[in-house]
C-alpha cells in the first residue's frame, strides 16, 4: 500500500465517522483538536530549533566528512518527543519533497525497538524507509548494506531515533549497537546525522563508548523539570488554552492553585500540558459549560483523575495536603499510583 492509498483510506474512515456521529460531537471534535494542535513554545523548543539550524547549516555546507549526533534528554513527560516533532513538522526543510519521480524527505523517523540490537534497529529504519523485508533470515551485514543503500537512494540524510534508551536494554550487545551508530556518521560516501531522545539514562549509550568518539561527536540537549520561575508561564498557557476553544477561565489562577497544577504534573512541561489539556477536554464536555462558557475549578478536579485513575485522597485538587501526594511516570508515558509522604 503506498503512502498515498494509505492516506486515503484512513481519511475515507474518517469521512464515515463524521457523516455518522451526531453533529454535537462533530463540534466537539473541532474543539478536541483545537487544543490537541496548539503548541506551547518554551525554552527548550528555543534551544532544540538552535541546534536544529547548526545541523541543517552543517549538512547544508556539504564539507563535512562525517555527522554528529544530537542528544535530547530528560525525563518521562518532560515533552522531549513532543518538542522534537513539533520542530520537525514545523521547518520548513523537513517538509518531503519530490525528486521528479519519488516522494522523499531528509529526516527518517524510527521509534527505537523495545528489544532494541543492531539486528532490530537495521530492520526498524529499513521499515519506517518503506522497505520491506522478504527474508527473516537476513544476517546483519545484509540488513546495514540494505540500510545504507536506502538512506542514500532516499537522500535521507538525518535519523531521528526516539525512546532511545532502549538501546541499553540489550547490555551484551551495547558495544556493537553503539558502533553500528558511529559507522552510520562515519559513512565517507553519505554521512548521517543522528537525533537521539530519551530519559538521562540515553546517555550512558554516549559514555560507555569505549572509545570516547561519541562523546567527541555529541551536543547534549536537556529538558529539565519547571520550577517556581515558571509559573507566570504555565499560567499563561492555561489561559492560552482556555481561549483557544472560546472559554474564559471561571476561578482566579491563584499561586497554590498553579503550584497545586504543577506539582499534579510532577513539575514536567509534557506532564503538565497535558493535564491542561484533558481539564479544557472535561469542560468541553461538560453541559454547564454551554451556559457558563467558562473552565471550572471542578474541571480540574476531573482532568486529573482522568489523568492518573485517583481517589479523592490523591487528587492534588482536593487533598489538603496535597505536597505530600508523590507519583512518577511509567514506561507508557502514564502516571504511576500515589505514594503519600507519611
Same mark, same amino acid.
Given at each position: 500500500?503506498?503512502?498515498a ?13 463524521r457523516?455518522?456521529?451526531p ?7 473541532a ?77 527518517l ?84 546525522w ?18 570516547? &568518539?561519541?562523546?567527541?561527536? +555529541?551536543?547534549? %540537549?536537556? /529538558?529539565? $523539570?519547571?520550577?517556581d #520561575?515558571?509559573?507566570?508561564? =504555565? ?8 481561549k483557544?476553544?472560546?472559554?474564559k ?24 500540558? &497535558?493535564l491542561?489539556?484533558? +481539564?479544557?477536554? %472535561?469542560? /468541553?464536555? $461538560?453541559?454547564?459549560? #454551554?451556559?457558563?462558557?467558562? =473552565? ?47
Amino acid at each position: 500500500m503506498t503512502n498515498a492509498t494509505a492516506a486515503a483510506t484512513k481519511n475515507a474512515g474518517l469521512d464515515h465517522i463524521r457523516a455518522s456521529v451526531p453533529e454535537a460531537v462533530a463540534d466537539k471534535s473541532a474543539l478536541v483538536r483545537r487544543i490537541e494542535t496548539f503548541h506551547v513554545s518554551t525554552r527548550h523548543d528555543i534551544v532544540f530549533s538552535a541546534e536544529l539550524d547548526k545541523m541543517l547549516a552543517t549538512i547544508l555546507a556539504d564539507a563535512a566528512q562525517e555527522g554528529y549526533l544530537l542528544a535530547v534528554v530528560g525525563k518521562s513527560g518532560a515533552g522531549k518527543s513532543h518538542t522534537i516533532k513539533r520542530r520537525l513538522d514545523a521547518h520548513p526543510a523537513f517538509k518531503p519533497f519530490s525528486d521528479g519521480l519519488n516522494e522523499m524527505q531528509i529526516c527518517l523517523r524510527v521509534r527505537t525497538p523495545a528489544d532494541c540490537n543492531t539486528k532490530s534497529l537495521g530492520v526498524a529504519i529499513l521499515h519506517h524507509v518503506g522497505y520491506p523485508l522478504v527474508r527473516s533470515s537476513i544476517n546483519e551485514i545484509e540488513i546495514w548494506r540494505l540500510v545504507r543503500e536506502q538512506l542514500k537512494r532516499r537522500e535521507i540524510r538525518i535519523i531521528y531515533l526516539d525512546e532511545a534508551q532502549h538501546v541499553l536494554k540489550a547490555k551484551k550487545k551495547l558495544r556493537q549497537t553503539t558502533d553500528t551508530i558511529k559507522s552510520l556518521m562515519q559513512d565517507a560516501d553519505w554521512p548521517i546525522w543522528i537525533i537521539m531522545s530519551g530519559i538521562p539514562e540515553m546517555l550512558d549509550v554516549i559514555t560507555h563508548d569505549a572509545d570516547k &568518539q561519541l562523546e567527541r561527536r +555529541s551536543r547534549v %540537549v536537556p /529538558i529539565g $523539570d519547571m520550577n517556581d #520561575d515558571d509559573v507566570a508561564t =504555565v499560567t499563561a498557557i492555561v489561559e492560552a488554552l482556555a481561549k483557544r476553544v472560546s472559554l474564559k477561565v471561571g476561578f482566579p489562577l491563584t499561586s497554590e492553585f498553579m503550584r497545586r497544577l504543577m506539582h499534579g504534573g510532577i513539575w514536567r512541561q509534557g506532564m503538565i500540558i &497535558q493535564l491542561i489539556k484533558l +481539564s479544557i477536554e %472535561v469542560a /468541553i464536555w $461538560d453541559k454547564q459549560t #454551554d451556559k457558563t462558557k467558562a =473552565v471550572s475549578f471542578d474541571h480540574f478536579k476531573e482532568g486529573y483523575r482522568r489523568l492518573c485513575n485517583c481517589t479523592d485522597d490523591t487528587n492534588v485538587f482536593i487533598a489538603k495536603e496535597w505536597q505530600d501526594i508523590i507519583r512518577e511516570v511509567d514506561e507508557d508515558g502514564t502516571l504511576t499510583e500515589a505514594t503519600v509522604k507519611a
